[in-house]
């Protein structure tokens, strides 16, 4: 197996790339990840080359303090609260694969023979200032995900390399 990892630190893109002589036609993977300040999100792509084909099964989880876990077409989400009167939380993740179909399971959703999966993930509170708790991290998150979904992977990229 040819395995490589990395991190530009100039980019603050870490990457894994593999691959098996054994594989019909040498297929590569290649997954690239990224946390982007200009949208608010974590960037996880994965992409195969050549007929390669990508299958995963997605699904947020914590092991405390959840309120909610669920998937609605293509997204993600988990809820919760810090003790009785501690802040909520939310993350969201828009999930979308390039020549496949994403199925709902309730509560994950499951992708089966993409060229390539892009998952953007936000994450908010409803932290608003010293003790006060008001803000809406749902609205948070639908904000953060519109604005990088509604682009091709490549561009918050590119925005994303810009601004290091």
């Known amino acids: 197996m040819q395995y490589r990892r990395e991190l530009d630190l100039?980019?603050?893109?870490?990457?894994?790339?593999?691959s098996r002589p054994s594989w019909p036609e040498n297929i590569q993977v290649a997954r690239e990840v990224f946390a982007s300040f200009t949208h608010g999100v974590v960037a996880v792509r994965i992409a195969a080359g050549g007929k390669g084909r990508i299958s995963v099964r997605?699904?947020?989880?914590?092991?405390q303090d959840t309120l909610e876990c669920r998937a609605t077409g293509d997204r993600l989400a988990l809820a919760g609260r810090l003790g009785r009167q501690g802040l909520h939380y939310r993350a969201e993740a828009a999930v979308s694969a390039e020549g496949a179909e994403i199925r709902n399971h309730g509560n994950s959703l499951s992708v089966e023979g993409a060229a390539a999966i892009t998952v953007l993930i936000a994450g908010a509170t409803s932290y608003a200032g010293p003790r006060d708790y008001s803000a809406d991290p749902a609205r948070k998150c639908r904000q953060m995900l519109k604005a990088a979904s509604s682009l091709p992977y490549a561009e918050p990229r590119a925005r994303h390399v810009k601004a290091c």
Not at 10 to 18: N, T
């Open 10 to 18: 100039r980019s603050g893109i870490a990457g894994v790339s593999y």
């Open 58 to 63: 997605l699904r947020l989880d914590r092991a």
